[in-house]
């Protein structure tokens, strides 16, 4: 890929994030935020079938991204401590003792 394929990389994210967040701020200003977050903000802008349909899809990537997280968490928890990160009873054992 190169510098440049790395490059034009974060350009093309950073051009998308700017992008949601200025969409979500012009959703945002429309009005008062009730309860529901994000998933309110969209429904409300795009109508309840089609927002409950990416609400779904947020709801997803939430619990994809936590589960994410945790492993990561989990793996450096494991380091920090010397421990092996083989997934036998043992390593399981010092895991649940925290």
Not at 50 to 65: D, K, M, R, S
């Given at each position: 890929?190169?510098?440049?394929?790395v490059?034009?990389?974060?350009?093309?994210?950073?051009?998308?994030?700017?992008?949601?967040?200025?969409?979500?701020?012009?959703m945002?200003?429309?009005?008062?935020?009730?309860?529901g977050?994000t998933y309110?903000?969209?429904s409300?802008?795009?109508?309840?079938e089609?927002?409950?349909?990416?609400?779904?899809?947020?709801?997803?990537?939430?619990?994809?991204?936590i589960?994410?997280?945790?492993?990561?968490?989990?793996?450096?928890?494991?380091?920090?401590?010397?421990?092996?990160a083989?997934l036998?009873?043992?390593?399981?054992?010092?895991?649940?003792?925290?």
């Open positions: 890929v190169g510098v440049l394929g490059l034009s990389m974060f350009a093309i994210g950073g051009l998308m994030a700017i992008l949601t967040v200025l969409s979500v701020s012009a945002a200003s429309n009005g008062r935020i009730a309860a977050g309110y903000l969209v409300r802008s795009v109508g309840p089609l927002g409950g349909a990416i609400g779904l899809i947020f709801f997803a990537a939430n619990v994809t991204g589960a994410f997280y945790l492993q990561a968490f989990s793996d450096t928890v494991a380091q920090a401590y010397g421990w092996d083989g036998d009873a043992k390593t399981a054992e010092k895991a649940l003792a925290i």
